[in-house]
């Protein structure tokens, strides 16, 4: 069976029971907020949580230098400039999830530096990276250095795949 035909039958399996809303569908709302969850990819075991709250201050000095002088690259590049808090959330949950099934440990997100108030999203990244919904993925993080971006970005790092994960 070729790769398209299982992927049609794997879609037509998946809308089998869907049905249309209606006509009032538009006008539905959830009953309370929707909540995020991160799952590893399907077929591994996911990582242990860390013990305790994970702090800036753990993101390693040297690596961090490093990084800072270009001795070592970034795997990827995240930019949340101008997006709701929301969208923002979303798109990072996603994109590390993705980067850390890739294997990806160093990824710079970057968030601006905001207005006279700070920024919305500068303030809520460190709650994102801490919530428990991604420490299974994050390992540290900091502001990054000037040059590349300041306190209007930071440095994440991810942990490593589980020796056992098939890409």
Do not use: C
């Not at 037509?12 to 799952?39: C, H, M, Q």
């Not at 013990?51 to 949340?80: E, M, N, T, W, Y």
């Not at 990276?129 to 540290?140: E, I, K, Q, R």
């Amino acid at each position: 069976m070729t790769d398209k035909k299982k992927n049609e039958d794997i879609w037509a399996k998946a809308i089998s029971d869907v049905r249309p809303l209606g006509k009032n569908a538009s006008k539905a709302s959830p009953s309370k907020p929707l909540e995020y969850v991160i799952r590893p990819p399907s077929g591994t075991k996911r990582p242990g949580r860390p013990k305790g709250p994970i702090h800036q201050s753990s993101f390693d000095p040297g690596l961090f230098r490093k990084i800072a002088d270009g001795k070592v690259s970034l795997d990827k590049r995240l930019d949340l400039h101008g997006m709701t808090e929301a969208r923002a959330h979303n798109i990072l949950v996603d994109a590390l999830e993705d980067a850390w099934g890739q294997g990806a440990r160093r990824i710079l997100v970057i968030t601006g530096r905001g207005g006279a108030r700070g920024g919305a999203l500068r303030a809520m990244l460190p709650k994102w990276l801490s919530s428990p919904n991604l420490t299974p993925y994050v390992s540290s993080f900091a502001y990054a250095d000037k040059r590349h971006g300041g306190d209007g970005a930071f440095y994440v790092l991810l942990r490593r795949l589980p020796e056992d994960f098939d890409q």
